[in-house]
């Protein structure tokens, strides 16, 4: 697959996407951060792609798990992080 053929098909997922995400972190902040990441990090990966699956569900696994690893880190700081370090 070449980058132009993923990036055709990227953008023609990033609907479903953006919509499947939204519902998942419940933040449009969050949710065009892990689009973009998404995006690149495949970009990047694209040779590690073997085709056993179809590219969209590829890139959906991708984002799922940008996605859990984004709550993981929110997780990880309390929101008064800064008033427990005074």
């Keep these: 697959m070449t980058i132009d053929q993923f990036t055709k098909e990227f953008e023609f997922v990033r609907p479903q996407l953006k919509s499947y995400l939204l519902r998942v972190t419940a933040s449009k902040e969050d949710t065009d951060d892990i689009v973009q ?18 590219v969209k569900t590829w890139i959906f696994a991708i984002a799922h798990n940008l996605a859990k690893d984004n709550k993981r880190a929110q997780k990880r700081w309390p929101e008064t992080v800064t008033d427990i370090c005074r």
């Design 37 to 54: 990441d998404t995006f690149i990090k495949a970009l990047l990966k694209l040779d590690s792609f073997r085709a056993e699956s179809t």
